[in-house]
Protein backbone atom coordinates (compact mmCIF):
# COMPACT_ATOMS: atom_id res chain seq x y z
CA UNK A 1 0.00 0.00 0.00
CA UNK A 2 1.49 3.28 -1.11
CA UNK A 3 1.93 6.74 1.28
CA UNK A 4 -0.96 8.23 -0.51
CA UNK A 5 -3.63 5.48 0.40
CA UNK A 6 -2.77 5.37 4.15
CA UNK A 7 -3.29 9.60 4.23
CA UNK A 8 -6.55 8.59 2.54
CA UNK A 9 -7.45 6.28 4.66
CA UNK A 10 -6.56 7.81 8.03
CA UNK A 11 -8.10 11.30 6.86
CA UNK A 12 -11.75 9.31 6.34
CA UNK A 13 -11.37 7.46 9.61
CA UNK A 14 -10.10 11.30 11.31
CA UNK A 15 -13.99 12.37 9.26
CA UNK A 16 -15.94 9.61 10.27
CA UNK A 17 -15.35 9.99 13.89
CA UNK A 18 -15.67 14.01 14.16
CA UNK A 19 -19.41 13.03 12.20
CA UNK A 20 -19.54 10.26 14.89
CA UNK A 21 -19.30 12.83 17.50
CA UNK A 22 -20.96 15.52 16.18
CA UNK A 23 -24.01 13.37 15.43
CA UNK A 24 -23.96 12.71 19.00
CA UNK A 25 -23.24 16.13 20.38
CA UNK A 26 -26.19 16.95 18.15
CA UNK A 27 -28.18 13.81 19.88
CA UNK A 28 -27.22 14.90 23.71
CA UNK A 29 -27.86 18.60 22.91
CA UNK A 30 -31.50 17.43 21.49
CA UNK A 31 -32.41 14.77 24.29
CA UNK A 32 -31.19 17.69 26.79
CA UNK A 33 -33.66 20.25 25.33
CA UNK A 34 -36.58 17.59 25.41
CA UNK A 35 -35.88 16.74 28.81
CA UNK A 36 -35.89 20.43 29.88
CA UNK A 37 -39.09 20.84 28.29
CA UNK A 38 -40.51 18.61 29.90
CA UNK A 39 -39.43 19.70 33.22
CA UNK A 40 -40.29 22.89 32.61
CA UNK A 41 -44.04 21.96 31.82
CA UNK A 42 -44.06 19.74 34.67
CA UNK A 43 -42.95 21.90 36.96
CA UNK A 44 -45.44 24.64 35.30
CA UNK A 45 -48.10 22.72 36.23
CA UNK A 46 -47.00 22.57 39.76
CA UNK A 47 -46.34 25.74 40.88
CA UNK A 48 -48.11 27.75 42.74
CA UNK A 49 -48.09 31.50 42.66
CA UNK A 50 -47.19 33.82 45.14
CA UNK A 51 -48.15 36.69 43.64
CA UNK A 52 -51.31 36.55 42.30
CA UNK A 53 -52.84 38.51 39.24
CA UNK A 54 -53.80 41.86 39.55
CA UNK A 55 -57.01 42.37 41.39
CA UNK A 56 -58.04 45.12 39.09
CA UNK A 57 -60.12 42.81 36.80
CA UNK A 58 -63.26 43.75 38.78
CA UNK A 59 -65.23 46.86 37.57
CA UNK A 60 -64.80 49.28 40.72
CA UNK A 61 -62.32 48.19 42.22
CA UNK A 62 -58.80 49.57 42.64
CA UNK A 63 -56.10 48.73 40.00
CA UNK A 64 -52.87 47.37 41.24
CA UNK A 65 -49.95 47.85 39.62
CA UNK A 66 -47.18 45.00 39.33
CA UNK A 67 -46.52 44.20 42.93
CA UNK A 68 -50.40 43.92 43.54
CA UNK A 69 -50.10 46.96 45.12
CA UNK A 70 -53.54 49.39 45.07
CA UNK A 71 -54.09 52.58 43.93
CA UNK A 72 -55.66 54.37 46.35
CA UNK A 73 -53.34 57.29 47.07
CA UNK A 74 -55.09 60.78 46.63
CA UNK A 75 -58.16 58.69 46.51
CA UNK A 76 -61.04 58.64 49.04
CA UNK A 77 -60.60 55.47 51.60
CA UNK A 78 -63.28 53.08 51.11
CA UNK A 79 -65.38 53.24 54.23
CA UNK A 80 -66.03 49.36 56.03
CA UNK A 81 -68.06 48.82 59.23
CA UNK A 82 -65.99 45.80 61.00
CA UNK A 83 -66.44 43.57 64.37
CA UNK A 84 -63.98 43.78 67.34
CA UNK A 85 -62.77 40.39 68.92
CA UNK A 86 -66.12 41.60 71.33
CA UNK A 87 -68.55 42.24 68.40
CA UNK A 88 -68.47 45.88 69.26
CA UNK A 89 -69.35 47.22 65.42
CA UNK A 90 -66.99 50.22 64.11
CA UNK A 91 -66.86 52.09 61.00
CA UNK A 92 -64.10 54.01 59.39
CA UNK A 93 -66.42 57.06 59.38
CA UNK A 94 -66.29 57.00 63.26
CA UNK A 95 -63.00 58.55 62.84
CA UNK A 96 -63.64 61.65 60.44
CA UNK A 97 -61.92 64.61 60.66
CA UNK A 98 -58.87 62.69 62.29
CA UNK A 99 -56.08 60.86 60.55
CA UNK A 100 -56.09 57.33 60.73
CA UNK A 101 -53.99 54.85 59.93
CA UNK A 102 -55.72 51.65 58.27
CA UNK A 103 -53.39 48.87 58.84
CA UNK A 104 -54.30 45.27 57.55
CA UNK A 105 -52.13 42.12 59.24
CA UNK A 106 -52.60 38.60 60.04
CA UNK A 107 -51.86 35.84 62.29
CA UNK A 108 -49.11 34.44 60.51
CA UNK A 109 -47.62 37.40 59.11
CA UNK A 110 -44.25 37.80 60.88
CA UNK A 111 -43.25 40.90 59.58
CA UNK A 112 -46.96 42.76 60.73
CA UNK A 113 -46.00 41.43 64.12
CA UNK A 114 -42.83 43.51 63.99
CA UNK A 115 -44.37 46.76 62.98
CA UNK A 116 -47.43 46.40 65.47
CA UNK A 117 -45.52 47.49 68.87
CA UNK A 118 -44.39 50.70 66.62
CA UNK A 119 -47.83 51.60 65.95
CA UNK A 120 -48.64 51.24 69.33
CA UNK A 121 -45.88 53.54 70.18
CA UNK A 122 -46.76 55.97 67.73
CA UNK A 123 -50.72 55.63 68.42
CA UNK A 124 -49.65 57.29 71.92
CA UNK A 125 -47.17 59.82 70.74
CA UNK A 126 -49.27 61.47 67.49
CA UNK A 127 -53.00 60.96 69.80
CA UNK A 128 -52.87 64.54 70.75
CA UNK A 129 -53.44 65.39 66.85
CA UNK A 130 -56.26 63.11 66.94
CA UNK A 131 -54.33 60.23 65.19
CA UNK A 132 -55.33 57.22 65.61
CA UNK A 133 -55.07 53.15 64.30
CA UNK A 134 -57.11 50.18 62.98
CA UNK A 135 -55.96 47.29 62.65
CA UNK A 136 -57.69 44.49 59.94
CA UNK A 137 -56.83 41.09 60.83
CA UNK A 138 -56.83 39.47 57.70
CA UNK A 139 -57.35 36.06 58.71
CA UNK A 140 -60.15 36.05 60.88
CA UNK A 141 -60.99 32.28 60.52
CA UNK A 142 -58.04 32.26 62.87
CA UNK A 143 -60.14 32.76 65.76
CA UNK A 144 -60.86 35.18 67.97
CA UNK A 145 -58.45 33.44 70.38
CA UNK A 146 -55.28 33.42 68.40
CA UNK A 147 -55.68 36.69 67.03
CA UNK A 148 -56.39 38.19 70.52
CA UNK A 149 -52.92 36.14 71.39
CA UNK A 150 -50.78 38.57 68.98
CA UNK A 151 -52.71 41.65 70.12
CA UNK A 152 -51.71 40.84 73.70
CA UNK A 153 -48.67 40.15 72.77
CA UNK A 154 -47.61 42.57 70.64
CA UNK A 155 -49.15 44.91 73.56
CA UNK A 156 -51.65 46.65 70.79
CA UNK A 157 -54.33 48.22 72.72
CA UNK A 158 -56.06 50.44 69.48
CA UNK A 159 -59.20 48.66 67.79
CA UNK A 160 -58.52 45.39 65.57
CA UNK A 161 -61.33 44.65 63.26
CA UNK A 162 -62.17 41.35 62.00
CA UNK A 163 -62.56 41.40 57.99
CA UNK A 164 -65.13 40.18 55.85
CA UNK A 165 -63.92 39.61 52.79
CA UNK A 166 -65.39 42.91 51.29
CA UNK A 167 -63.01 45.38 52.53
CA UNK A 168 -60.19 43.40 51.28
CA UNK A 169 -61.69 43.64 47.53
CA UNK A 170 -62.54 47.47 48.63
CA UNK A 171 -58.59 48.20 49.46
CA UNK A 172 -57.20 46.40 46.29
CA UNK A 173 -57.32 42.61 47.15
CA UNK A 174 -54.15 42.42 49.47
CA UNK A 175 -52.33 39.76 48.27
CA UNK A 176 -49.74 39.88 50.81
CA UNK A 177 -49.45 41.11 53.98
CA UNK A 178 -49.05 44.18 55.92
CA UNK A 179 -50.85 46.55 53.72
CA UNK A 180 -50.94 50.44 55.05
CA UNK A 181 -53.35 52.96 53.99
CA UNK A 182 -52.64 56.70 56.09
CA UNK A 183 -55.62 58.35 55.84
CA UNK A 184 -55.67 62.10 56.12
CA UNK A 185 -58.48 64.30 57.99
CA UNK A 186 -60.36 64.30 54.58
CA UNK A 187 -60.70 60.73 54.09
CA UNK A 188 -58.23 60.54 51.73
CA UNK A 189 -55.70 58.11 50.85
CA UNK A 190 -52.17 60.21 51.41
CA UNK A 191 -49.86 57.29 51.81
CA UNK A 192 -50.00 53.49 50.85
CA UNK A 193 -47.43 50.87 51.69
CA UNK A 194 -47.50 47.25 51.02
CA UNK A 195 -44.66 45.48 53.24
CA UNK A 196 -42.76 46.20 56.28
CA UNK A 197 -40.75 49.46 56.24
CA UNK A 198 -38.61 50.81 58.78
CA UNK A 199 -40.01 52.37 61.85
CA UNK A 200 -38.92 56.13 60.63
CA UNK A 201 -40.87 55.58 57.35
CA UNK A 202 -43.88 54.59 59.21
CA UNK A 203 -43.53 57.97 61.35
CA UNK A 204 -42.94 60.00 58.54
CA UNK A 205 -46.23 58.64 56.79
CA UNK A 206 -48.00 59.23 59.66
CA UNK A 207 -47.06 63.35 59.80
CA UNK A 208 -47.83 63.12 56.47
CA UNK A 209 -51.51 62.08 57.28
CA UNK A 210 -51.19 64.21 60.18
CA UNK A 211 -50.34 67.21 58.48
CA UNK A 212 -52.33 66.77 55.28
CA UNK A 213 -56.19 67.85 54.95
CA UNK A 214 -58.35 70.30 56.46
CA UNK A 215 -58.41 71.19 60.46
CA UNK A 216 -59.86 68.93 62.75
CA UNK A 217 -63.81 69.24 62.57
CA UNK A 218 -63.74 70.04 59.29
CA UNK A 219 -64.48 67.27 56.10
CA UNK A 220 -63.65 63.56 57.06
CA UNK A 221 -64.12 60.15 55.80
CA UNK B 1 -9.81 16.45 3.45
CA UNK B 2 -9.04 17.14 7.05
CA UNK B 3 -9.63 20.34 6.14
CA UNK B 4 -13.05 19.31 4.53
CA UNK B 5 -13.78 17.60 7.76
CA UNK B 6 -13.13 20.61 9.87
CA UNK B 7 -15.47 22.49 7.34
CA UNK B 8 -17.79 20.20 7.87
CA UNK B 9 -18.08 19.56 11.10
CA UNK B 10 -19.07 23.69 11.13
CA UNK B 11 -22.16 23.11 8.88
CA UNK B 12 -22.71 20.57 11.18
CA UNK B 13 -22.13 22.24 14.70
CA UNK B 14 -24.71 25.38 13.48
CA UNK B 15 -27.29 24.04 14.51
CA UNK B 16 -26.14 23.16 17.88
CA UNK B 17 -26.18 26.45 18.36
CA UNK B 18 -29.30 27.37 17.73
CA UNK B 19 -30.57 24.18 20.10
CA UNK B 20 -28.40 26.09 22.55
CA UNK B 21 -30.46 29.14 22.39
CA UNK B 22 -33.71 27.62 22.38
CA UNK B 23 -32.58 27.25 26.09
CA UNK B 24 -31.74 30.53 26.78
CA UNK B 25 -33.24 31.66 30.31
CA UNK B 26 -37.01 31.68 30.53
CA UNK B 27 -38.18 35.18 31.88
CA UNK B 28 -37.55 35.30 35.80
CA UNK B 29 -40.82 33.97 37.45
CA UNK B 30 -42.57 36.45 39.60
CA UNK B 31 -42.68 33.63 42.94
CA UNK B 32 -43.38 30.07 43.36
CA UNK B 33 -42.63 26.91 44.95
CA UNK B 34 -41.85 24.02 42.97
CA UNK B 35 -42.05 20.08 43.69
CA UNK B 36 -39.39 17.99 40.89
CA UNK B 37 -41.31 14.19 40.87
CA UNK B 38 -38.87 11.55 40.51
CA UNK B 39 -39.24 8.31 39.86
CA UNK B 40 -37.82 6.64 42.59
CA UNK B 41 -36.71 2.84 43.39
CA UNK B 42 -36.33 1.15 46.45
CA UNK B 43 -36.12 -2.49 47.87
CA UNK B 44 -39.39 -4.29 48.08
CA UNK B 45 -40.73 -5.60 51.31
CA UNK B 46 -37.71 -3.43 53.10
CA UNK B 47 -38.03 -0.14 55.01
CA UNK B 48 -37.01 2.61 52.64
CA UNK B 49 -36.77 6.59 52.73
CA UNK B 50 -38.31 8.32 49.48
CA UNK B 51 -36.87 11.58 48.53
CA UNK B 52 -39.53 14.75 48.10
CA UNK B 53 -37.45 17.16 46.37
CA UNK B 54 -39.34 21.05 46.68
CA UNK B 55 -37.35 24.36 45.75
CA UNK B 56 -38.77 27.80 47.52
CA UNK B 57 -37.78 30.46 44.81
CA UNK B 58 -35.32 32.73 45.01
CA UNK B 59 -35.80 35.78 47.53
CA UNK B 60 -38.65 33.77 49.30
CA UNK B 61 -38.67 31.58 52.44
CA UNK B 62 -41.11 29.55 54.08
CA UNK B 63 -41.74 28.39 57.53
CA UNK B 64 -39.71 25.12 58.74
CA UNK B 65 -41.83 22.12 60.12
CA UNK B 66 -40.80 23.93 63.59
CA UNK B 67 -41.40 27.51 63.67
CA UNK B 68 -40.21 29.04 66.34
CA UNK B 69 -43.83 30.49 66.99
CA UNK B 70 -47.02 28.40 67.30
CA UNK B 71 -48.70 31.47 65.64
CA UNK B 72 -46.29 30.82 62.63
CA UNK B 73 -47.87 27.79 59.75
CA UNK B 74 -45.39 25.04 59.81
CA UNK B 75 -44.15 23.46 56.65
CA UNK B 76 -46.49 20.41 56.56
CA UNK B 77 -47.04 17.42 53.95
CA UNK B 78 -50.37 15.34 54.44
CA UNK B 79 -50.20 11.82 52.65
CA UNK B 80 -53.20 9.69 51.72
CA UNK B 81 -53.23 6.07 52.25
CA UNK B 82 -51.42 4.19 49.35
CA UNK B 83 -52.43 0.44 48.64
CA UNK B 84 -49.15 -2.18 48.91
CA UNK B 85 -47.35 1.14 51.07
CA UNK B 86 -46.73 1.45 54.73
CA UNK B 87 -45.78 4.79 55.28
CA UNK B 88 -44.05 6.02 58.64
CA UNK B 89 -44.03 9.35 59.79
CA UNK B 90 -42.75 12.52 57.26
CA UNK B 91 -38.91 13.59 58.23
CA UNK B 92 -38.54 17.16 57.48
CA UNK B 93 -35.28 18.95 57.17
CA UNK B 94 -34.14 21.16 60.12
CA UNK B 95 -34.72 24.81 59.01
CA UNK B 96 -32.27 27.43 59.27
CA UNK B 97 -32.61 30.71 61.35
CA UNK B 98 -34.21 33.93 59.44
CA UNK B 99 -34.84 37.48 60.91
CA UNK B 100 -36.18 40.53 59.03
CA UNK B 101 -33.75 43.03 58.87
CA UNK B 102 -35.76 45.77 60.49
CA UNK B 103 -36.21 43.34 63.43
CA UNK B 104 -33.19 40.66 64.03
CA UNK B 105 -34.01 39.70 67.45
CA UNK B 106 -36.95 38.14 66.50
CA UNK B 107 -35.79 34.84 65.39
CA UNK B 108 -37.33 32.41 62.76
CA UNK B 109 -37.02 28.96 61.54
CA UNK B 110 -37.25 28.68 57.94
CA UNK B 111 -36.37 26.69 54.51
CA UNK B 112 -35.31 28.31 51.44
CA UNK B 113 -33.85 27.19 48.05
CA UNK B 114 -33.84 23.62 48.11
CA UNK B 115 -35.22 21.58 50.89
CA UNK B 116 -35.89 17.46 50.86
CA UNK B 117 -38.54 15.91 52.72
CA UNK B 118 -37.71 12.04 53.60
CA UNK B 119 -40.90 9.57 53.57
CA UNK B 120 -39.92 5.79 54.98
CA UNK B 121 -41.86 3.39 53.53
CA UNK B 122 -42.28 -0.48 53.15
CA UNK B 123 -43.47 -1.67 49.78
CA UNK B 124 -44.57 -4.42 47.63
CA UNK B 125 -43.44 -4.85 45.12
CA UNK B 126 -44.71 -2.77 42.13
CA UNK B 127 -45.17 0.29 40.82
CA UNK B 128 -46.73 2.79 43.27
CA UNK B 129 -47.69 6.57 43.83
CA UNK B 130 -48.73 8.33 47.26
CA UNK B 131 -50.56 11.71 46.84
CA UNK B 132 -50.50 14.12 49.01
CA UNK B 133 -50.26 17.99 49.53
CA UNK B 134 -47.77 20.50 50.69
CA UNK B 135 -48.99 23.02 53.07
CA UNK B 136 -46.79 26.14 53.97
CA UNK B 137 -46.78 29.74 54.09
CA UNK B 138 -44.43 31.71 52.46
CA UNK B 139 -42.71 35.48 52.96
CA UNK B 140 -39.86 37.36 51.02
CA UNK B 141 -37.91 39.67 53.16
CA UNK B 142 -40.65 42.35 54.33
CA UNK B 143 -43.83 41.31 53.32
CA UNK B 144 -45.87 37.61 53.43
CA UNK B 145 -48.22 35.80 51.52
CA UNK B 146 -51.18 33.66 52.21
CA UNK B 147 -50.98 30.05 53.31
CA UNK B 148 -51.01 27.78 49.92
CA UNK B 149 -51.40 24.02 48.92
CA UNK B 150 -49.22 22.92 46.65
CA UNK B 151 -50.28 19.10 45.40
CA UNK B 152 -47.54 16.31 45.30
CA UNK B 153 -47.24 13.17 43.79
CA UNK B 154 -44.29 10.55 44.99
CA UNK B 155 -43.98 7.91 41.97
CA UNK B 156 -41.57 5.11 42.88
CA UNK B 157 -41.81 1.13 42.15
CA UNK B 158 -40.47 -1.36 44.55
CA UNK B 159 -38.47 -4.24 42.98
Known sequence: MCRKDVDVKRNVLVFGVMVVGIALLLWAGWH????????????EARHVVLTPAKPGDTAGLPAADDSGMPHLRGKVAPDFTLATLDGKKVSLSDFKGRPVLVNFWATWCAPCKVEMPWFEEFQKQYAAQGFEILGLTD????????????????GVTYPILLTDGKVQKAYGGLDYLPVSFYVDRNGVVVEETA??????????????????????????? | MIRLGFALAGLLMAPLGQIGSLDAPAPKPKSYVVYSAEQQVIAAGKKSALELHFRVVDGFHVNSHTPKSELLIPTQIVLQPA??????????????????????????????????????????????????TLRYQACDHAACYPPKSLPVEVLFTAK
Open chain 2, 83 to 132: AGVKADAVEYPTGTSYSFSFDPTEKLDVYSGAFTVKLPVVAEAGAHTIAG
Open chain 1, 32 to 43: NLRERRKAMQEA
Open chain 1, 139 to 154: DADAGNEAIAKVVKKS
Open chain 1, 195 to 221: GLGSKDEIEAHIKKAIASGAAPGTGGQ
